[in-house]
């Protein structure tokens, strides 16, 4: 019987994580499609189109989920999604941004509203907390790529602003209008990097207690959860053993 039971157990798990492979493939597929309907199919003269590739690549998405989410975009059968940003403060006063791609903005903005007062957070108006952030381009390698003196010698060479190595990896940050041309010149160098994106970068961090950081994580976690929801960045930090408890 315990053969069986652990069977059945992994069969769940197995089911469960095809889940979330499902999940997270349908809105990879839609960042694909908005990216090539709102510029160029070509992802070489799209760099939102090619960063949406990237991250798709880099969770092993196939070949044909990425070509077909592209054909939708040119054929014109592509929904209409709208892109959000909700900006809000979670638990322990952490400044949260949230971005959505949706076909019902009103489903979107309800979930979002009550998911930040469970929490015992507020969302606020657009401009809120953005302030807090800095938008920025961020390019990411696996740390076996090259040494931190290596990486942060060819990231100078490209122009970027800052490099953080660590045992993850290295993320090359670059400024909105040079990042492009940074993350061409270091996928010269080194191939191409396992993210490539503009993203929400926070200037500070506020540490957040293991009880408030429970609720904080999990209110992430579900905003994740959503299907609408492509991003969530916070300017938070938490204790290792908490982070490692929710899979960070």
């Known amino acids: 019987m315990a053969g069986h039971s652990q069977f059945k157990n992994i069969m769940h798990r197995k089911g469960r ?140 060479e490209a122009g970027a602003d800052d490099v953080v190595s660590s045992e993850s990896g290295h993320e090359i940050y670059a400024a909105q209008d040079s990042f492009r041309e940074v993350a061409k010149s270091l996928e010269q160098k080194f191939g191409e990097p396992r993210k490539a994106a503009v993203v929400w970068r926070p200037q500070n961090t506020v540490p957040v207690g293991d009880e408030e950081g429970e609720r904080l994580l999990k209110l992430i976690e579900t905003l994740n959860d959503h299907d609408d929801v492509q991003n969530v960045y916070a300017n938070f930090e938490v204790s290792d053993a908490l982070m490692a408890k929710h899979g960070g």
Do not use: C, H
């Not at 006063?93 to 929490?119: C, H, P």
């Not at 606020?124 to 990486?151: H, L, N, P, Q």
């Open 17 to 156: 994580q095809d889940a979330v492979r499902s999940k997270l493939f349908g809105k990879l597929a839609r960042e694909i499609t908005v990216a090539a309907k709102l510029g160029s199919p070509d992802a070489s003269m799209n760099p939102r189109l090619r960063a949406a590739i990237i991250a798709a690549r880099a969770e092993n998405m196939p070949k044909d989920n990425i070509e077909r989410a592209i054909k939708k975009a040119l054929g014109g059968e592509a929904e209409s999604y709208d892109e959000i940003r909700y900006e809000g403060y979670g638990p322990g006063g952490v400044a949260i941004i949230v971005e959505a791609l949706t076909d019902n903005r009103n489903r979107t903005a309800s979930d979002v509203r009550s998911y930040f007062t469970k929490s015992g957070g507020n969302l606020a108006e657009t401009g809120a907390v953005s302030f807090m952030f800095d938008r920025v381009g961020v390019i990411e390698y696996a740390a076996k790529v090259a040494s931190a003196d290596a990486m942060l010698d060819a990231a100078i």
